[in-house]
């Protein structure tokens, strides 16, 4: 028998198990060099010390979205190496502040099975929480995937879906603590918008475009240890398809994330992600956008208010381009166009 | 109205008028790590602390030119985000050592303006510094840069150009405090070739060859946090003259110092750049080589001197095969090919 | 003349000839981090600060294939700048654990030439030793090159061929002190298998294949400071053989040892290699595949044990495909197929 590992398939799911991920990985100033360089990411907080230290931090903070990453990445080798598709996100709370030289162990439980009719695939939901090494929660989120059948056929399980929020309310994010309002300096931003200048439904074009190259987006997914074969195996992939590499959708996130920084600058903290959907798959070449919509705002208090923001990547060209097509999707009279790769809805944290 | 910003325009500055860059950023040993894997560096004083301490240096020093990038990298939102070409710098000045783990800042002084006749573009001359944490100035540079106008036509300013020094003069250069000249051995850098070695006009052929590929050229730039569109945007670029990406200059000029460690090795601190300029694009795919021209030398007392060099980064081709166009372009009687991509004045320091 | 080196041809070597290579390096967090990024490699020793302290390390050890990368960096230039085939390595001996923070010099002694009947080239055996800054020996190892000569003729010269041992014996084996075998929880590295559960002759097919891509290659290249010319100068290597640049060899191990973490993922500890060739070259565009066959086993005591393995590496192609060809070859009725990239024969401790 071969002692590799072909990865979980549907049956080997039960409801209530619980997978304690292998990997547990210590985060370093490294990985946020690192995902500098992968991403271009400019928010302030996660590459100037002095800066951190200002707001209250003793230690140089690590971006959530980093933290996402790494922490997602740990489940893969369990739970998705034999996905066909990631389906969805939903209630990705950032709980704690994680910081340079902290360690992250990442757990799930199966909350939800689902057998498709067509007897092949099944929908896995999962909650996963990374733990850090104090023994305290710093992120817990929700997603579902749809994962091969070892063998063909329908078992007529019972399915059980979760119910899942379609918000984290803003009355239950994790805020910074300590956070010293007074001492937050826009110059170290770069720009002067707070909560007060975003309006709901106004739509923000983020204008930057990045494309894609082969290493950077396998070094960024190789980094976070996500071993999921379809980001790394060429020859494997050429008779998918697609015939190439699909580009890890996480990365997508990353890379909206920080194209978002111009006209989001001071929406630092990202506090959850509400739901999210993978439109579209992206390979080396393409080159991302992206758009956001202000959905909410809410003052919290002690200098600091949360925005609901939606932010659409789309590929390959521009907004005013792709916006007719996207408003008549949005009256329904037509589907979303195939430009699209993300649709992001997420919560973040911004000076008021 | 848009959130994202545009960028500056021609019209946008004003002589003397200070710009606040943001972005400042805490350079760690993983910028060191990156930096070597990005360019190749051997230089040996910035990846061993032993032979570091030996020389009087507690902590492990940045390269110099790694400081140079991520500052100017800082500079770019504001000043060069809309420039069609950088066209040069002067007068940059390496005024103290930094360290591993000290945060930089950078502002910027517009120090001269000047139309140009096309009604297109105008010429924006800048003084940048950075700043440490410790309020000490590091890095003094001057550069001018061409900038689109917002609206065409002329506006017939009156045109102010600095009078920029053509030399960072031998006397003014900051030498490595304190530096303990007994300790330095050349067993660490490889050659044996000290300061008195070289002669004034003498040439060096650097040999060896650098191919650039995508992710590592935008890499490099993403981790200087440098987000000018020109290198990233290949559905932009995919319309301009050259249809591809350009590759960011100042990545030729830590090539070009890499490569020139063959020859050079004893030549660690880069103390200042007296001129430069980019003469030709480069591309993903070419092949970058160097040669090196001794301008003048000079002891400087303690163990060090200073040594002015020429350095000429060429693509695709052999020295050999280059050298009678450049003889007769330095004649007047040819034009440079489109071969060289750097044409860099600086000033190093080497043990004596 | 020329102050750039050409590197060392053939006739520049005598035996009993002592280098002591340039470039000493401190070894960083950012480091693993990078060869993380590189390679992929998920082996929770040297990603996980808590998993190493419970182990009885203090500070997180660095991963001996890391190690033993940065050291043959350094000897590159020395050595095999102008190396026509790296023939083969033995004795490689991992003697003490490498920390974050340490600092590792490296010097050869020649201990072999042989002439080449062709006149052209000649083989040179070396043995080299990492050093580090407390002056202990962390690495040894043995390898033969095949050199250029400076200019072509026989010498006639007396050859000399070292006596290589096919085997680090199993009681010469240095093993991690102090190891708290009790601490060591598989939940860590996600695989339940030790010493007793493998059987001599028994394959593992570790199944996940790694697509090669140019940066990722020439980074991981760059970041060990290894200045082959053959990795980096696709103009020059226009006109070689096979017109492109050749993936460094070492890469490969090391991407090998990552896709063997699926069936050997508690074999965390490289402790020796008996032998290995690079058995074809590798380029950009390769995807590489692993198989080990378990050679022998043996219980070292304290709950560890040790396990000599072969993994055989090769590209484009799975293992049932190759098999066949290979058992043929095996037998002698057939040529090894030119997929196969490396066989290595190495010995690896693991919990028992």
Not at 19 to 33: F, G, K, M, N, P
Not at 188 to 200: A, C, I, P, T
Request: hydrophobic letters at 40%; glycine letters at 8%.
């Amino acid at each position: 028998m071969n002692k590799a590992s072909t990865g979980h398939f549907f049956e080997d799911f039960a409801l209530g198990q619980i997978l304690y991920h292998a990997v547990s990985r210590t985060i370093t100033e490294a990985d946020t060099s690192l995902y500098t360089a992968l991403t271009g990411s400019r928010f302030s907080l996660y590459c100037n010390k002095e800066f951190a230290q200002q707001l209250g931090y003793e230690k140089l903070p690590i971006d959530n979205l980093l933290l996402f990453q790494i922490a997602f990445g740990k489940t893969v080798d369990d739970i998705s190496l034999n996905a066909v598709a990631n389906l969805g996100y939903a209630e990705v709370e950032f709980l704690e502040t994680v910081f340079v030289g902290d360690t992250i162990s990442v757990v799930s439980e199966v909350i939800g099975l689902k057998e498709n009719s067509n007897g092949k695939t099944g929908i896995v939901y999962v909650h996963s929480k990374a733990i850090n090494q104090h023994g305290f929660q710093v992120l817990s989120w929700k997603r579902w995937v749809m994962v091969h059948k070892r063998q063909e056929g329908m078992q007529n399980m019972f399915a059980v879906e979760p119910q899942l929020a379609n918000q984290v309310p803003f009355e239950n994010l994790a805020t910074p603590q300590p956070f010293n309002a007074a001492a937050y300096d826009c110059k170290f931003s770069g720009e002067n918008f707070k909560l007060n200048d975003y309006e709901v439904g106004e739509w923000i074009d983020h204008i930057d475009g990045l494309t894609i190259d082969h290493s950077e987006h396998t070094m960024a997914t190789k980094l976070y240890q996500n071993n999921a074969k379809v980001h790394f195996n060429q020859h494997q992939m050429s008779s998918s398809q697609h015939q190439k590499r699909l580009v890890y959708g996480g990365h997508i996130i990353s890379l909206c994330r920080t194209i978002s920084h111009n006209g989001l600058a001071n929406a630092q903290w990202l506090a959850a992600i509400n739901g999210g959907a993978h439109l579209n798959p992206s390979f080396a070449g393409d080159t991302i956008y992206a758009v956001t919509q202000v959905l909410d705002t809410q003052e919290l208090g002690s200098g600091l208010g949360a925005m609901r923001l939606r932010t659409l990547g789309y590929k390959n060209c521009l907004w005013q381009e792709l916006k007719p097509q996207f408003d008549r999707a949005v009256e329904g009279k037509a589907q979303l166009p195939s430009d699209f790769v993300l649709d992001l809805d997420y919560t973040v944290l911004i000076p008021s």
